[in-house]
């Protein structure tokens, strides 16, 4: 299912964040980029880091320093290294959106079944994806500011791997279990309510699947068309950094997005 899908991609780094080299890959259709170095955005400057520990600092009226130290630059390269700056304040965060709405859409589906078959006992699987929503959250946000790189990445990673995996995994068999008897119930009463006729009974089951399916997967579909136009959006970032380090060449070891060459 796509929703299933775009969750692990996003939320797992094993298909839409592949971690090769060092740094994690962007890897999705005909969007092929790697995302290197460490960036912070405050709302007073953008800062991006180096494995190394080189630093690159804009401020918020586009003057340029790296390690402390001012670089000058002309009044268009000021306007350039503003707009860049102005650009990831407003695309990176998008990131953080997705993967919050992707973990909000499986508990859609979750509520759907929940719902339709009265089962308290998903309200635990519910909780866990609540708090890894919190997580996505806080993995991105941190004291004021936005920040997203590779540490961040293989941080959340080696977390959602360990630990929210295993509470999924845990929560899922103990709604399994715990659902038995209600959902027995349930479908006992569905099949007194069409007279034990089977086919009837079938038919009704699998359109109450297909509605909680329609549902979804419209939001799904959305959901993917927003990673994709991201993923497009990455790729011209890649282009502005090329173009900055083109014309201030000291800035060409702080671009954040590489084109992956096939």
Known sequence: MKTT???????SSASAYAHTDHHFSITHDDCQLQFQNDVKISPEDVSITQA???????????NLLINGQTITVTPEQQQALSNYADTLRVELPKVAEVATEAVTLAGVALDEVATTFNLH??????GVLEELNEEVHNTFYQDGS??????TMDNFGERFGHEFESRIESAVKSAMFE??????????????????????FEQRMEQMGENIEQRVTAQADQLEARADALCQQFTQIAQQEARLSHSIPTLSGYALMRQNQY
């Open 146 to 151: 936005f920040v997203m790189g590779e540490q």
């Open 5 to 11: 899908l775009l969750s692990i991609a996003i939320l």
């Open 121 to 126: 006992s998903l309200d635990e699987l519910s």
């Open 179 to 200: 659902s038995i008897g209600t959902l027995l119930i349930s479908l006992g009463s569905e099949m007194k309510n069409t007279n034990g006729d089977i086919n009837t």
């Open 52 to 62: 190394n520990n080189q630093h690159m600092l804009i401020t918020a009226d586009g």
